[in-house]
């Protein structure tokens, strides 16, 4: 099976710029995608194809995704952005959508 | 407005079964691609089952493959989970959630129904 792993935390200062790493074999091959979940909550897509914003997303939201590591970065981070951050891809070979392990942002 | 409703879920013993519904609105349920998405306490999002739009191409998750059976009814807007030799592993709170035309990920999700497996 595929495996995506993200770190279980990561703290920033308000302003400053947050990035979350999501680890997968040759994941630049595959299309990434990201969801915030804040407590008691849905999960809301923040960023699609690795680097594509829905709209209502701020543009302080961004993704990019190469070799074996995609990032999403929050830039001028705000309290609201406080969340679980989870990445996602589909592993055709196992016929399966994955989700990374999430990382706990928690601006200080 | 999309929206997407579960519900369905409640307490169940281990062993038993359980059929979880999910109704939409605001949009041409026939045309769309639908998941179920499931996440333990304190724990991450676990992908569980998808169904076709027509309901011709179906996966599941290995941890719920021969257990779990995903159907959809196009006529009235609604997906379901049925659920049979439930374990304690499989407490979670279920989610259904839309596939975009554009396949790979997940638009909208409803907010989610409570499942607990314990004796």
């Known amino acids: 099976s595929y495996v995506l792993t993200q770190p279980p935390s990561v703290s920033v200062a308000p302003g400053k710029t947050a990035r979350i790493p999501c680890g997968g074999n040759n994941i630049g091959s595959k299309s990434v995608h990201w969801y915030q979940q804040k407590p008691g909550q849905a999960p809301v897509l923040v960023i699609f194809y690795d680097r594509d914003r829905p709209s209502g997303i701020p543009e302080r939201f961004s993704g990019s995704n190469s070799g074996n590591t995609a990032t999403l970065t929050i830039s001028r981070v705000e309290a609201g952005d406080e969340a679980d951050y989870y990445c996602?891809?589909?592993?055709?070979?196992?016929?399966?959508?994955?989700f990374g392990t999430g990382t706990k942002v928690t601006v200080l | 407005e999309v929206q997407l409703v579960e519900s369905g879920g409640g307490l169940v013993q281990p062993g038993g079964s359980l059929r979880l519904s999910c109704a939409a609105s605001g949009f041409t349920f026939s045309n769309y691609r639908m998941n179920w998405v499931r996440q333990a306490p304190g724990k991450g999002l676990e992908w569980v089952s998808y169904i076709s739009n027509s309901d011709s191409t179906i996966y599941y998750a290995d941890s719920v493959k021969g257990r779990f059976t995903i159907s959809r009814d196009n006529a009235k807007n609604s997906l379901y989970l049925q659920m049979n030799s439930l374990r304690g592993e499989d407490t979670a709170v279920y989610y259904c959630?839309?596939?975009?035309?554009?396949?790979?990920?997940?638009?909208?999700w409803g907010q989610g129904t409570l499942v607990t497996v314990s004796s």
């Open positions: 996602q891809v589909w592993h055709t070979t196992s016929a399966a959508y994955v």
């Open positions: 959630a839309r596939e975009t035309n554009d396949g790979g990920y997940f638009d909208y």
